[in-house]
């Protein structure tokens, strides 16, 4: 068995676990993840409602005391944090859950951010409560070490330590390869597409400022990141604003569609069963759940880092983040991707046969594409599948209606598809591994789309905006994800591990950008899905002491006393 075939099973065995219901699967990690967030909201009081003013005023800096321990200021943190956080996912996830679900996925994906945001106000106060602080440590370390594998041996007890160091592991090796090589590699993907860049170069040139970034410690990373999360966002957020603001009369409509799509679907481009209420639900929760991060165990890493002496004051500006990064920032996807209709219109598309946006479903009753395994060739008249019950040719999860030889679409294909051998055979015995038809776009190309469309009355360069915001995501999360791995290398061997850790971080940032990496994404998939467990676990058992040190704080109003100096 070699490896690749090793990480498929664990994908399908581990990452995938969980219940399947109307064919979709409810994985358990997002059973865990909206369980406990819906506990801790209702045990918390819904802090997201009642707090969220008072976390954006300690945010601002309103109550900072440059005295307090710790390495970085609250806004440092959350920027920190927030490079982490907003990356590929606002700009291809909302696209991805849209092409599957539909509009109304936007909606589910706001409900999760909602219990996001009582999640990350827990895991956090928990962070700054058990975190340690060493101001003798070398400037490289940082004073500060904190994040879910300190409270969980220090909150649950020692008998606890092997899964907290678990925790520690699983989480640094995630932060190699999803938070890191994953990055690097759509990055390099993306300037080899449009400009022709080679991979080699564009690898040496993001792994080297990564390098310069990440070696200067997490003072030198909270600096960086409190001017590059606000700057992308902004640019991010005000093209896509601009695109609203050209479609005005298009905003009630929208909002109408996606609410009404959440409940009573009808829309949808993809996924199995298309139209049914689970399959919008599932994809808004999947979606939203990955883009903020929530109950992941990996911010609490970056807030414990926040100069404070009172742990729910850094819990108070972790809850912005889920609103920040999928309310706000992922809305601006959604809209754009739904308002200039690039969402359900088909393009003139390249189909590679050994491509990986290939593969092939069926039809159902309703005429909605059901991913299946063809077990022999699929015979194709004038262009058209011979039987319509068998499989199809798709390309993103979405059958092609029609394939052509040229891409002018002049000569339509009569012949077999080989799917075992990846090539079209047609009737004269020409073998062709590229036929040619009209599907929809996904993911990052999908809002490169949307952007280019709704700024098109300006020029054509809407798309740039986003293959630029693409460097700047994949870069500041690889930068901020480097802090949480070393702070894991840093409680399993402590500081001596942080510059091999760092260095071979860099390396791997590199390597990232000119492999393909089709295992290293399954590999991240599966250690994130298990490194959740653990955090979760420890959420719930600790959920009274945060209930109790929230209930203290806003009781003693200790920003008042700041306020006063």
Same mark, same amino acid.
């Given at each position: 068995?070699?490896?690749?075939?090793?990480?498929?099973?664990?994908?399908?065995?581990?990452?995938?676990?969980?219940?399947?219901?109307?064919?979709?699967r409810l994985t358990l990690q997002v059973l865990l993840l909206l369980g406990i967030g819906t506990y801790l909201t209702l045990k918390l009081g819904l802090p997201q409602i009642r707090k969220f003013a008072h976390g954006v005023a300690v945010a601002t800096g309103r109550y900072d005391d440059p005295d307090d321990p710790g390495d970085v200021s609250h806004f440092q943190a959350l920027t920190t944090a927030l490079s982490a956080t907003v990356g590929i996912g606002n700009i291809a996830g909302a696209a991805i859950a849209i092409h599957l679900g539909g509009p109304g996925a936007l909606f589910w994906m706001w409900m999760t951010a909602f219990l996001g945001m009582a999640t990350k106000f827990s895991e956090v106060t928990l962070a700054q409560r058990y975190r340690e602080v060493d101001e003798s440590s070398a400037k490289y370390s940082g004073t500060v070490s904190g994040g879910p594998m300190y409270y969980i041996e220090k909150g649950l007890g020692p008998r606890w330590k092997p899964v907290a160091a678990f925790f520690a592991v699983m989480l640094g090796l995630t932060a190699f390869l999803t938070g890191n090589a994953n990055q690097a590699?759509?990055?390099?993907?993306?300037?080899?597409?449009?400009?022709?860049?080679?991979?080699?170069?564009?690898?040496?040139?993001?792994?080297? #400022?990564?390098?310069?970034?990440?070696?200067?410690?997490?003072?030198?990373?909270?600096?960086?990141?409190?001017? #590059?999360?606000?700057?992308?966002?902004?640019?991010?957020?005000?093209?896509?604003?601009?695109?609203?603001?050209?479609?005005?009369?298009? @905003?009630?409509?929208?909002?109408?569609?996606?609410? +009404?799509?959440?409940?009573?679907?009808?829309?949808?481009?993809?996924?199995?069963?298309?139209?049914?209420?689970?399959?919008?639900?599932?994809?808004?929760?999947?979606?939203?759940?990955?883009?903020?991060?929530?109950?992941?165990?990996?911010?609490?890493?970056a807030h414990a880092a926040a100069k404070t002496d009172e742990p729910v004051s850094e819990g108070v500006v972790a809850l912005l983040e889920p609103f920040i990064d999928t309310i706000v920032i992922v809305t601006m996807t959604a809209l754009v991707v739904i308002m200039t209709g690039a969402w359900n219109e088909q393009v003139d598309t390249e189909i590679a046969l050994a491509g990986g946006d290939l593969s092939y479903? @069926?039809?159902?009753?309703?005429?909605?594409?059901?991913?299946?395994?063809?077990?022999?060739?699929? +015979?194709?008249?004038?262009? +058209?599948?011979?039987?319509?019950?068998?499989?199809?040719?798709?390309?993103?999860? @979405?059958?092609?209606?029609?394939?052509?030889?040229?891409?002018?679409?002049?000569?339509?294909?009569?012949?077999?598809?080989?799917?075992?051998?990846?090539?079209?055979?047609?009737d004269d015995g020409r073998e062709l591994a590229v036929l040619y038809g009209q599907a929809y776009e996904t993911g990052a190309p999908l809002t490169q789309m949307g952007f280019q469309r709704g700024l098109a009355p300006l020029g054509d360069w809407g798309h740039y905006i986003v293959i630029f915001s693409v460097f700047l995501f994949a870069i500041s999360t690889a930068i901020s994800w480097s802090y949480y791995g070393d702070r894991c290398a840093n409680y399993l061997f402590g500081q001596r591990a942080i510059i091999p850790y760092k260095l071979v971080f860099v390396g791997m940032h590199f390597i990232g950008a000119v492999l393909p990496l089709a295992v290293v994404w399954a590999l991240g998939d599966v250690f994130l899905a298990i490194v959740i467990i653990p955090n979760l676990i420890a959420l719930i058992f600790l959920a009274p002491q945060i209930t109790e040190m929230t209930e203290s704080y806003f009781t003693r109003s200790p920003w008042q006393r700041q306020r006063g100096r």
């Open positions: 068995m070699d490896f690749a075939t090793i990480v498929d099973w664990l994908d399908r065995n581990i990452a995938q676990f969980g219940i399947t219901i109307a064919g979709e590699n759509t990055v390099a993907d993306a300037m080899l597409s449009e400009f022709g860049i080679a991979k080699w170069m564009t690898g040496l040139a993001t792994s080297t #400022l990564v390098a310069l970034v990440i070696l200067g410690g997490i003072k030198r990373i909270g600096r960086v990141t409190s001017i #590059l999360a606000p700057a992308m966002a902004i640019l991010y957020v005000s093209a896509a604003m601009l695109i609203i603001i050209l479609n005005l009369d298009q @905003v009630p409509g929208t909002f109408a569609l996606i609410f +009404r799509e959440a409940f009573n679907p009808t829309a949808g481009v993809a996924g199995t069963g298309v139209g049914a209420f689970l399959v919008t639900l599932m994809w808004g929760v999947r979606r939203g759940l990955f883009s903020n991060e929530a109950g992941q165990g990996s911010a609490p890493i479903v @069926v039809l159902d009753e309703g005429g909605s594409s059901v991913p299946t395994d063809p077990t022999g060739t699929i +015979r194709y008249t004038l262009g +058209r599948p011979g039987v319509t019950s068998e499989p199809h040719v798709a390309w993103h999860e @979405v059958s092609v209606s029609q394939l052509f030889e040229d891409e002018a679409h002049t000569q339509p294909f009569s012949g077999a598809v080989d799917p075992a051998r990846e090539v079209a055979v047609a």
